[in-house]
């Protein structure tokens, strides 16, 4: 049993990595825009689920699923929360286009805990060499079917996340 979470990750990580290629190298619908944002939602730290890491990883990572949101144009937004080992907590308003396989950082927490937009937001490669790999985890276990596309619904993701 212990063999099997690790080979799980492998196959959804080599489902997703094939399925994000496909979908960035035919991404059907050129007039795709998207969706305006909703401001950055309030968030908890109580009720976090959260997110496997590799190892080396010391930041524990968890998602609000009182965030969760799937927009109309396919984007899943949520808060991504991060801890220390000090007990420090940021937190992320991002999205995930899980048609393309990109992330795109709407917001991040400030020191005092109030939310400071970023300028000019773009989207990134959930590949890309980031500071942190957390998106693509998000992705790979739960946000995203494996088929380049979000998962149905809210409830969908919250259940894969839990699993």
């Not at 109030?114 to 946000?143: C, E, F, T, Y």
Request: aromatic letters at 8%.
């Amino acid at each position: 049993m212990i063999m099997r979470k690790p080979l799980k990750f492998l196959a959804l990580g080599m489902a997703f990595y094939v399925s994000s290629a496909l979908a960035q190298s035919s991404d059907t619908d050129p007039d795709w825009h998207e969706s305006e944002v909703p401001a950055p939602p309030s968030f908890s730290i109580d009720h976090l689920i959260p997110i496997e890491m590799p190892h080396y990883v010391s930041l524990k990572f968890g998602v609000d699923p009182a965030t969760l949101a799937i927009a109309p144009d396919g984007i899943v937004r949520y808060v991504m929360v991060t801890q220390n080992t000090s007990g420090s907590v940021t937190a992320m308003y991002e999205g995930i286009r899980c048609a393309t396989g990109q992330v795109k950082t709407y917001a991040r927490t400030s020191s005092g805990g109030a939310w400071s937009l970023v300028k000019d937001p773009q989207w990134h490669n959930l590949s890309d060499n980031l500071p942190s790999k957390h998106a693509i985890m998000l992705a790979r276990q739960g946000v995203c079917d494996g088929r380049g596309a979000a998962a149905s619904t809210v409830q969908d993701i919250i259940k894969a996340l839990k699993r």
